[in-house]
């Protein structure tokens, strides 16, 4: 099982950006796919989630309206559109797998199973 996250960079405020979340190794069928962030000195965050089956979606309040997560069955790929980005939005950006089967994709780190690498995304003012 292997997420790989890519995309990240330093974009001024107001930018944009497009994470990627490659995965491989299993069947994407039964699984969320979230993104979380964690900036210097904070805990990690819940930023955006997918359903794989169905394509439900949950969003961290911080990022509604600005942030689309999206999905390509086709190259098993997850997609984090981040518009309008600010300075809060700075940190290092990670896509894990819930592998358990929820009506809304969970928001808790700890349900998550499998993580990839950080990609680090930094706004400046």
Known sequence: VQLQASGGGLVEAGGSLRLSCAVSGFSLDDYAIG???QAPGKEREFVAA???SGGMINYADSVKGRFTISRDNAKNTVYLQMNSL???DTAVYYC???G???RVPSTHDLEYDYWGQGTQVTVSS
């Open 100 to 102: 358990v089967l929820r």
């Open 50 to 52: 997918i359903r794989w």
């Open 96 to 98: 894990a797998a819930d």
């Open 35 to 37: 993104w979380f962030r």
């Open 86 to 88: 600010k300075p809060e």
